[in-house]
């Protein structure tokens, strides 16, 4: 079925889809320790939605799952509300991840993009409220050194800055943060080096307004 007939009225539902972006298995401690992880799907007809699973699913997602490969997913229920403060796209559901959930991993299918943008150009997302999310694609002008920042939590966590423009003749400030810091960051770093003007696509960045407009890469955003 398409995922925008996916609703929380659907009892048996199955789908065919490319998983656009995979998530980090995050272990956490909250009274009793647990681990959760979510996985984007997309279709044929270019909709979206987010697969959560917890606990034992959490880690069945993170070792069966490939990013950019085509699965059929089919289960009984889980189907619930999203959370659009954690979801960098327009989806109304999303679906828990069960024991019962069945995986089936299937051939390609070239009908599937590996990845759908609602581009905003850097001029737009440079007027967007702090915590909109936006895809933007664009050439890296520098990128600066890795930086630890301390969170809330006690914990550290690595980020790195770069600036990006498109053919808006604007720039914004972009934040890199964990591994994608020093990931990805990395393979712009060389690139530059190199004499290159490295061309990148963010989907699901987050406007922020820390000393200034800037779009965050975090985990759940899709960096290319």
């Given at each position: 079925?398409?995922?925008?007939?996916?609703?929380?009225?659907?009892?048996?539902?199955?789908?065919?889809?490319?998983?656009?972006?995979?998530?980090?298995?995050?272990?956490?401690?909250t009274?009793?320790?647990?681990?959760?992880?979510?996985?984007?799907?997309?279709?044929?007809?270019?909709s979206?939605?987010r697969?959560?699973?917890f606990?034992?699913?959490?880690?069945?997602?993170?070792?069966?799952?490939?990013?950019g490969?085509?699965?059929?997913?089919?289960?009984?229920?889980?189907?619930?509300?999203?959370k659009?403060?954690?979801?960098?796209?327009?989806?109304?559901?999303?679906?828990?991840?069960?024991?019962?959930?069945?995986?089936?991993?299937?051939?390609?299918?070239?009908?599937?993009?590996?990845v759908?943008?609602?581009?905003?150009?850097?001029l737009?997302?440079?007027?967007?409220?702090?915590?909109?999310f936006?895809?933007?694609?664009?050439?890296?002008m520098?990128?600066?050194?890795?930086?630890?920042?301390?969170?809330d939590?006690?914990a550290?966590?690595?980020?790195?800055?770069?600036?990006?423009?498109?053919?808006?003749?604007?720039?914004?400030?972009?934040?890199?943060?964990?591994?994608?810091?020093?990931?990805?960051?990395?393979?712009?770093?060389?690139?530059?080096g190199?004499?290159?003007?490295?061309?990148?696509?963010?989907?699901?960045?987050r406007?922020?307004?820390?000393?200034?407009?800037?779009?965050?890469?975090?985990?759940?955003?899709?960096?290319?």
């Amino acid at each position: 079925m398409p995922i925008k007939d996916i609703n929380d009225h659907c009892y048996r539902w199955s789908l065919r889809a490319r998983v656009t972006h995979k998530g980090k298995l995050v272990f956490f401690e909250t009274g009793t320790a647990g681990c959760v992880m979510s996985v984007d799907v997309a279709d044929a007809e270019s909709s979206e939605i987010r697969i959560v699973g917890f606990g034992e699913n959490a880690k069945r997602l993170s070792s069966e799952i490939e990013q950019g490969s085509v699965y059929i997913f089919s289960g009984n229920s889980g189907v619930q509300r999203s959370k659009p403060a954690y979801t960098p796209y327009k989806s109304n559901w999303e679906i828990k991840a069960s024991k019962t959930m069945e995986i089936k991993r299937v051939e390609d299918d070239l009908r599937i993009p590996n990845v759908f943008l609602k581009r905003t150009s850097v001029l737009d997302a440079s007027k967007l409220s702090q915590e909109t999310f936006v895809d933007v694609i664009g050439g890296v002008m520098w990128i600066g050194q890795t930086n630890i920042s301390p969170k809330d939590s006690g914990a550290f966590m690595r980020r790195r800055m770069l600036c990006l423009s498109d053919e808006s003749s604007h720039s914004i400030d972009m934040c890199l943060w964990d591994s994608k810091a020093e990931d990805e960051g990395s393979e712009i770093e060389d690139k530059l080096g190199r004499g290159e003007r490295p061309i990148v696509c963010v989907k699901g960045g987050r406007i922020s307004d820390y000393n200034g407009k800037s779009i965050s890469v975090t985990g759940g955003s899709t960096l290319l």
